[in-house]
């Protein structure tokens, strides 16, 4: 991103989601709270869909870092976002619900990959060298990188919390 738009960019204002047939009563959490979250879970969960429609859900590693969520892939979820970028990534553990929905692009050069690859190397402790389009591992894998870019995130604190269930909704931004 570009020192101007993330400037311009502001945290999304959460408001009231529609849950269990009703809006929540409140409070809304504030944006904060979801965004350290995902900075901080250690898995999460990517969910795509085949072509055929058919949902596919797997866990991995990836990074949220400045409203974007960072993976890389070598499963066969990488083909399905090539022909549906759509995409929901979740926190995998916890009573407390985090949700992204947004769209997956493919992440060309070296730099824009570095970025992946430097941030799983201090989350993970896991060394990823990397090349024009992938990332590859000590043991001989390489897979393609993503960013899932959110359009709304839901998020509740406690699973049967769910008055605080929140939306906060992503303007798309220019890149």
Partial sequence: MTAEVLKDAQDPTGTSAFIFNQTAPGP???WSWAENLLVSAHTYWLVTTS???VPHS???WGVWQQDEFLFSSQ???GGFLEVNPRASVNLQVGEDVVMVEGSCSRVIGVDDISVLADAVEVKYDWKLSVSEDRVHTQFGQSAPVFRLTPDRVYGWAGIAEWQSATRWDFPRRVK
């Fill in 28 to 30: 809304a959490k504030p």
């Fill in 51 to 53: 072509p055929d429609g």
């Fill in 58 to 60: 797997r866990p991995l």
């Fill in 75 to 77: 499963n066969r979820c």
